[in-house]
C-alpha cells in the first residue's frame, strides 16, 4: 500500500522509499530530458531529485500525490540548471572537411537523443487533460529541439501544462508563481514554439520502406537520391558542432562537402531514438577490416519525406547499446 510504504520511508527504508519513487522513475527521467535536452544533464538531474526526495521525505505533508511532489523537485532542479552559466556544451572534433556555409549557427548544442528503449513502460495515459501534444509529438527531436529556446520558466510552463496536462494552478503551486504568471508565461511560450502544422508520418510499412530509402542513399553517398527525399523546408544538424543546413539546396552543397572526403557507410545498424528512425553508422579500418562507429543519425519523418537529418557524435552510443566496433 502507498501509505505504507510512505510511512516506512519516513522512517528511514530504503527499499520502501524505492518501492515509492520507482513507479515514476522513466517518466521523470523523460520530463528532464524535454527539460534540458541532454539524456546525460537529464540523468544528473533525476539523481539528484532522487537524493532531494529522500533528504526531504520529512517534509512531505500528502497534501498532492507522491508523483507531483517528484515533478516539483525535479523541475525546480532543472530549473537551477538552465540558469546555471556553467553549462557548456560538451567539446567535439572538428568536420573532415570545410564546411560550406550553414544557413545558421545553431544553438541548442547539447542537444542528444533520447533511446526508444526508455520510453518502454511510460502509461499512453498519464498526461492529464489539459495536455495539447500527442505522446509522440512531444518526444521528438524537433518539439525537443523548440522547447529549448524558450526562457527557462517558460520552458517548465510549457511542459507542465501542455505536456503533462497540469491545471494553471497546480503548475502555479509547482513552480511557486501566480496564476497570472503561469497563464503570462504559457502565452508567450506557445506564441514562440513553431506552430506549423507538419503532416503526419506514415507510420508501418510506408515509414520503413522511407527509412530504407534512405539508408540506401546515404550509404551509397548518392547526394541527388537522398536530397530527393527531403522536404523543401528539412533541416541538417550535427550537434554539438555549431552548423545548421536549412533546405534541399544547402543540404545538398552540405552533403556534396561530405561525400569528396568521407570513405563509405559500411553497416547501419537500427536503433530507436525519440520515436523516430536511428541508426549507428560504421565504416570500415582499412587496416584491421572490422568496422568502427562514426555517430548516430536520427531522421525526422513529415508525412512521406524526411524533415530532419541529425548526426550526433559517438558520444551518445553507449545509451543505444552501439559498440564501438563490429566484427566484419
Excluded: K
Aim: glycine fraction near 6%; include cysteine.
Amino acid at each position: 500500500m502507498p501509505d505504507d510504504l510512505l510511512q516506512r520511508a519516513r522512517e528511514g527504508d530504503r527499499e520502501a522509499f524505492a518501492a515509492l519513487v520507482e513507479p515514476h522513475r522513466r517518466e521523470l527521467q523523460l520530463h528532464c530530458y524535454r527539460m534540458l535536452g541532454s539524456l546525460q544533464d537529464a540523468e544528473d538531474a533525476l539523481q539528484e531529485t532522487l537524493l532531494s526526495a529522500w533528504i526531504g521525505l520529512s517534509g512531505f505533508e500528502g497534501r498532492s500525490s507522491v508523483r507531483t511532489w517528484l515533478y516539483r523537485i525535479a523541475t525546480n532542479r532543472c530549473l537551477n540548471v538552465l540558469r546555471s552559466s556553467s553549462r557548456r556544451p560538451l567539446p567535439t572534433a572538428p568536420l573532415p572537411v570545410p564546411a560550406p556555409e550553414p544557413y545558421r549557427s545553431g544553438e541548442v548544442l547539447w542537444l542528444q537523443p533520447y533511446p526508444d528503449v526508455l520510453l518502454d513502460g511510460i502509461p499512453d495515459q498519464l498526461p492529464g487533460p489539459e495536455a495539447r501534444y500527442e505522446s509522440r509529438e512531444a518526444i521528438s527531436l524537433a518539439f525537443v529541439t523548440a522547447v529549448q529556446l524558450l526562457p527557462p520558466n517558460q520552458r517548465a510552463v510549457l511542459l507542465l501544462r501542455d505536456v503533462l496536462g497540469y491545471r494553471a494552478s497546480e503548475t502555479a503551486e509547482l513552480l511557486g508563481l501566480t496564476e497570472a504568471a503561469v497563464n503570462s508565461a504559457l502565452a508567450r511560450a506557445r506564441s514562440t514554439m513553431d506552430t506549423a502544422d507538419r503532416p503526419p508520418s506514415l507510420g508501418g510499412a510506408e515509414e520503413r520502406e522511407l527509412a530504407d530509402r534512405f539508408v540506401e542513399a546515404f550509404t551509397a553517398q548518392d547526394v541527388d537520391a537522398l536530397v530527393a527525399l527531403l522536404t523543401s523546408d528539412a533541416w541538417v544538424r550535427m550537434p554539438p558542432l555549431p552548423f545548421e543546413y536549412h533546405g534541399t539546396e544547402a543540404a545538398h552543397r552540405f552533403f556534396t562537402a561530405l561525400v569528396a572526403h568521407r570513405r563509405l557507410i559500411a553497416a547501419m545498424v537500427p536503433v530507436g531514438a525519440n520515436g523516430q528512425p536511428a541508426w549507428g553508422e560504421y565504416i570500415r579500418d582499412p587496416v584491421t577490416g572490422g568496422l568502427h562507429l562514426i555517430g548516430v543519425v536520427v531522421i525526422g519523418i513529415a508525412g512521406d519525406r524526411i524533415h530532419e537529418i541529425v548526426h550526433f557524435e559517438t558520444t551518445v552510443a553507449p545509451y543505444f547499446g552501439l559498440p564501438r566496433t563490429l566484427d566484419s
